[in-house]
Structures are given as structure tokens and as C-alpha cells.
């Protein structure tokens, strides 16, 4: 039963490009999470959603972030226009239907801006 | 809103010794989860022991434990026996369980812990 699979592992864009970062949850996994870590802070929620439906986007930026997670394929993380300031580490994480304690983190996406 | 503080940016602690990391936490919520994670530098989050508010004794993972004292919000965690392998970040992070907090995590700012022959 493979982990929560995020891919790339390693992302470049330059400033004004669109950056799209891809989470599969773990198989029997309904719910995806996605966290921001800033270099040297912890991880900051961003997104809730479950399959076609944001629950919870309260730590979403207002703008040039959006996040899907369709009924067939990964949940989509994307940035478009990045700055500077969108440097980060990108974390997914996904938990079964009624288990609120079984989250399980991917190995997150890497995001340089340059 | 809840909040998670770990007040140790560093410790450092020798091989085969105990070390304490330190979390305090604010939630006016009566049941929650608290967690404490690991994240060497592979970047993956790790998650080490996990305590759920209702339980009053302390959890246990191997060499792990925590000290988690509800009425003063602290939620320390206890490396015994530390080994090299040991050398991480390490967050606590706090889960709600009502409408509004039981979809996310909040983390504190991490403690990294160097661990010395």
C-alpha cells in the first residue's frame, strides 16, 4: 500500500510562471489536506477538500492559489504568476472517511522561485 | 483560535542520554488531539506519539513519551535512550475535533534536536 505520493519532488519555476504540484492520496483515502512550510517555521494549513468539493480553504492565499481534487486522478495544488515568496515546501496529506487522527503526510514538493 | 508554542528553536542532548522537548498550547476546546512529529532531512513528516484529550494517561510510543497536562495545556515529549538517528525537527501540533478545527493541523515553529556522541 504505497504512502501519500506527491510529485515533482523538486520544482523550479521563474517569476510569472504557473507552478502546479500533484498529491495522490493513499489508497482508501478520501480527504487531502494541503500545508505550506515557510524555510525555518512549521507547516501552515492551506486547504481541505475531499473528492469535488473544498471543505475548507481558510489558509488559502486570496489570490494565484487555487487547489482541486477531482473525482478521477490527484489533487492539484496550483500557483499561477509565482514571486519570490511562494519559495516553499508544499506538504499533502490525506485521511480515510471518520478517522480525523489518521492523517499520513507525503514527502512533500519543493517549490524554488527564481 | 488555537495556537502551539514550542519555546526551544535548539537542544542538543548525547547518545543514550534522555532529552525533554517543550509544547504549550491555547484552545478553548475540551477534546482535541496533540501530536508530535518528526522531520529529518529527508523532509518527510514523520509522526512519532500521539495523545487524544479525553485520555488521562500519558501515551507511550517505545522510547517516546509525553507528559501531557490538560488544565496547564503542556505537552511535552521524552526521548530516552537517544540515538543518532534521533536528529530531527521535531513539531508539536494541535487537531481540533468541532467544526472549523478537525480539518487541519496547527503546528508550532519545531525544536530541532542534535544529538552528540
Known amino acids: 500500500n504505497a504512502g501519500v505520493m506527491q510529485n515533482p519532488r523538486h520544482l523550479v519555476r521563474r517569476r510569472g510562471q504557473e507552478a502546479r504540484l500533484r498529491c495522490s492520496p493513499m489508497?482508501?483515502?478520501?480527504?487531502v489536506y494541503w500545508y505550506r512550510q515557510l524555510p525555518e517555521e512549521g507547516l501552515k494549513f492551506m486547504v481541505y477538500l475531499q473528492k469535488e468539493n473544498i471543505i475548507d480553504e481558510s489558509g488559502m492565499p486570496k489570490e494565484r492559489f487555487s487547489a482541486e481534487f477531482p473525482k478521477e486522478g490527484p489533487s492539484i495544488l496550483r500557483i499561477q504568476q509565482v514571486v519570490r515568496g511562494d519559495s516553499a515546501a508544499y506538504f499533502c496529506?490525506?485521511?480515510?472517511?471518520?478517522?480525523?487522527?489518521?492523517?499520513?503526510f507525503g514527502s512533500g514538493t519543493r517549490l524554488t522561485v527564481v | 483560535a488555537q495556537t502551539v508554542t514550542q519555546s526551544q528553536p535548539e537542544m542538543s542532548v548525547q547518545e543514550a542520554e534522555t532529552v525533554t522537548l517543550s509544547c504549550t498550547y491555547d484552545t478553548s476546546e475540551s477534546d482535541y488531539y496533540l501530536f508530535w512529529y518528526k522531520q529529518p532531512p529527508s523532509r518527510q513528516m514523520i509522526l512519532v506519539i500521539r495523545q487524544e484529550a479525553y485520555k488521562q494517561q500519558n501515551a507511550t510510543e517505545n522510547r517516546f513519551s509525553v507528559n501531557f497536562q490538560k488544565a496547564a495545556k503542556s505537552f511535552s515529549l521524552k526521548i530516552s535512550d537517544s540515538q543518532l538517528g534521533d536528529a530531527a525537527m521535531y513539531f508539536c501540533a494541535y487537531r481540533g475535533l468541532n467544526t472549523g478545527t478537525a480539518s487541519k493541523l496547527t503546528f508550532g515553529t519545531g525544536t530541532r534536536l542534535q544529538v552528540t556522541l
Open positions: 489508497k482508501g483515502h478520501s480527504h
Open positions: 496529506a490525506s485521511s480515510p472517511p471518520g478517522n480525523p487522527a489518521g492523517y499520513t
